[in-house]
């Protein structure tokens, strides 16, 4: 059995007279998570929220008017949030060269943080049948969404969303809900979660597909049949430069206005991000369908060479770091388990600089100016690119038959 989790996007209809309450909770709850946050970074990350719960509950339903539910809830939203650091930190090693100019690696904890978690932007998280439920007014037949506030419950009206009568078969249970205002508008985010009998075949995948991952192209994939799909970066790199741009005028200003828009700026590229990698696995997911074995590198610890950096001026250089590879695996992984798919992890040494016809593996072959590889062996090229998901794709047919760990060794 899988789990898949969907989440559903309200746009709630809130009253004059009822903004007032609800700004009021998410304040709060957001200066109560920040509050357990202090709590948590000076008494060695305590990650569990009963820990946090037994040593912070009475404090803050004092300080901030919590009910008791919220404060709980409270305490698991900030565990949760140090857990996902946690988990980043694991991704990105931190890199240093030692004087023979030989690249070490130290894993990061939470330890490295500098100061407490801050949850600047007001939300709060409700508990179904406790914080939020859904109501129906027996003569109209109108749903409406029930929530609780500091003081007293109100009843909003929301757009109604494509497919939501579906989440209301019995198949679907809904989890904690996320209240939060954006431009003057107020959204409330419910996860529902399913369980599905769709279950990957490791030994008869309908596909195995190469996934490159960069910038030139945001993804280049390799199927089992030869296809490749090249999606272009271009349109992505020319929105970041506005994004950069946009950001350094604001620092170069520094006024107190400057830095809101700064923070908004943050939240729009973001979400942007967001979009863009749901849109990108999405698509995938849906091309190549159930039973598929998509191989990806690990870039665990992978730190970009000079040779992909040295030619980029520092926005470039920037941009080929910052840009959400880890989010896209997250997105893709999901939507796979979901569709009866699968995202295998593999080594990335090599990936770029092996010939998929003769084995040949010299990095001097791939050559980042004309964006080629060109076998000095057996005379085979291609784009350089396309040649990294061949070799992931090589990959995963020796995980379907049977290669638990496969992996390309310069013994090849």
């Not at 950001?247 to 939240?267: D, P």
């Not at 979400?271 to 590198?297: A, C, P, Q």
Request: charged residues 25%; aromatic residues 12%.
């Amino acid at each position: 059995m899988t789990t898949v989790v969907k989440t559903i996007k309200l746009h709630i209809h809130v009253s004059q007279s009822e903004v007032p309450l609800l700004e009021e909770l998410t304040s709060k709850y957001s200066e109560a998570c920040t509050k357990l946050s202090e709590y948590v970074f000076e008494h060695d990350f305590p990650l569990n929220f009963m820990v946090l719960q037994d040593a912070m509950y009475q404090n803050v339903r004092e300080s901030f008017g919590l009910k008791s539910q919220m404060t709980i809830s409270a305490c698991k939203t900030v565990t949760a949030r140090y857990k996902t650091v946690q988990e980043q930190f694991a991704q990105k090693p931190y890199k240093w060269l030692d004087e023979h100019n030989k690249p070490h690696y130290e894993a990061r904890t939470l330890e490295w943080l500098w100061k407490p978690i801050q949850f600047r932007r007001p939300q709060a998280d409700l508990v179904r049948n406790r914080d939020y439920s859904f109501v129906t007014n027996k003569k109209t037949g109108e749903v409406k969404l029930s929530l609780n506030t500091l003081s007293k419950r109100v009843k909003v009206g929301f757009d109604i969303p494509d497919c939501f009568e579906q989440y209301f078969d019995g198949s679907w249970q809904f989890g904690t809900g996320k209240l939060v205002s954006l431009l003057g508008e107020w959204y409330f985010h419910i996860p529902a979660s399913k369980e599905i009998d769709e279950s990957f075949d490791r030994e008869k995948p309908s596909h195995v597909v190469g996934i490159d991952r960069g910038l030139r192209f945001i993804l280049t994939s390799y199927d089992e049949k030869g296809k490749s799909i090249f999606v272009s970066g271009k349109n992505v790199m020319r929105t970041r430069q506005k994004f950069n741009d946009v950001r350094a005028e604001l620092q170069a200003k520094g006024t107190k206005s400057a830095k809101r828009r700064l923070k908004k700026l943050a939240g729009r590229e973001n979400r942007w991000m967001n979009d863009t990698n749901h849109r990108l696995s999405k698509t995938l997911v849906d091309t190549y369908g159930s039973g598929t074995l998509f191989v990806i590198e690990n870039l665990k610890g992978v730190s970009f060479s000079e040779d992909n950096l040295k030619n980029r001026n520092n926005g470039g250089r920037n941009e080929l770091r910052s840009w959400t590879f880890y989010q896209f695996e997250q997105f893709l992984s999901y939507k796979a388990e979901a569709s009866g798919s699968f995202v295998l992890k593999v080594p990335a040494d090599y990936t770029s600089q092996r010939c998929p016809k003769c084995g040949r593996i010299l990095k001097e072959n791939r050559h980042h100016g004309t964006h080629t590889y060109i076998c000095d062996g057996c005379g085979y090229q291609s784009n350089d690119d396309r040649i990294g998901a061949m070799n992931l794709q090589l990959l995963g047919t020796q995980y379907v038959s049977g290669d638990e760990h496969p992996r390309i060794r310069k013994s090849e």
